[in-house]
């Protein structure tokens, strides 16, 4: 065979197993289970969204659709982040491991503003603790709800949390036990009328890819989350933004691949909604 042919038939090789490979991990990051919408709060119809998580970066995880709600006129969005990340990794390190708190917390509200939030708090419960503060955390929660009265709040699953985390297993739970108690007037009736939320969503981790490369902790993972039924875009970019502006996580670090690579196979964010009233237990 001539030289030529020869490099042709070898860059033939190369070129298949390449895409075949290419789609087999593209596939690591689909939802099969999930229909595809353009625009989450658009599908929904939604007006007014809360965003409850445990630490300050949690948001990067959502960033599609709070971008996307963030660029819409009359759509209010707003974030509760439930502890200030003090137990988290500081890169470059700082002279006074207290003042990460702060570096965290700028780094937050940066990428917030990034994303259109229109509204951020950020509360002060330990890191790493949230599931010991229960009661409080759901009273100042029904509150919120109340006054604010989102038709959508998003959420981790209780069950998995996304990467197992303990912070937001618990963050799922308690915003899920607030949004129930918000619609019962018997319920702290002194915290604003009872308030019926519409939609809640849970943030689903690609079950696939977790049970390849997520160790143990993935694969729990991705045995108890419920199946996700709705899948929206984001933007590589979105991410990308997010990894640097939370620069003092080292967000890179936590994935086996460079971004700019990673995120043109995972190029959704996927989700189970559900109305709250009428969630099955067998969500699985």
Do not use: C
Not at 123 to 139: A, N, Q, T
């Amino acid at each position: 065979m001539p030289l030529t042919a020869s490099i042709a038939a070898g860059f033939a090789i190369v070129s298949t197993v390449a895409l075949v490979a290419a789609l087999w991990f593209d596939r690591l990051f689909e939802a099969p289970t999930a229909a595809y919408v353009p625009s989450l709060v658009q599908h929904l119809g939604s007006r007014s969204i809360l965003a409850v998580f445990a630490h300050p970066d949690d948001e990067t995880l959502a960033a599609g659709v709070l971008a996307d709600a963030g660029s819409r006129e009359g759509i209010d969005v707003r974030t509760i982040t439930l502890t200030r990340g003090e137990n988290g990794q500081s890169a470059p390190s700082l002279s006074r491991r207290e003042d990460l708190p702060l570096v965290r917390e700028s780094e937050l509200r940066r990428y917030g503003f990034a994303l259109g939030i229109d509204h951020q708090e950020l509360w002060k419960y330990p890191d790493g603790e949230l599931d010991g503060v229960s009661r409080e955390v759901v009273d100042r929660l029904v509150e919120r709800i109340r006054t604010w009265k989102p038709d959508f709040v998003l959420t981790f699953d209780p069950a998995g949390g996304y990467n197992w985390h303990r912070d937001h297993r618990a963050a799922g739970t308690l915003a899920t036990e607030a949004v129930r108690v918000s619609a019962d007037p018997v319920y702290r009736p002194e915290f604003n009328p009872a308030h019926r939320t519409k939609q809640m969503g849970y943030l689903i981790a690609p079950a696939r890819a977790l049970s390849i490369f997520g160790g143990p902790g993935g694969r729990a993972v991705a045995e108890v989350q419920p199946k996700p039924n709705l899948s929206v875009p984001v933007a590589s970019s979105l991410r990308i933004l997010g990894w640097r502006t939370h620069a003092s996580q080292r967000l890179d670090k936590a994935y086996p691949l460079p971004g700019w690579l990673l995120f043109d196979f995972w190029d959704k964010e996927h989700y189970f909604v559900f109305e709250p009233g009428l969630r099955s237990n067998q969500s699985n």
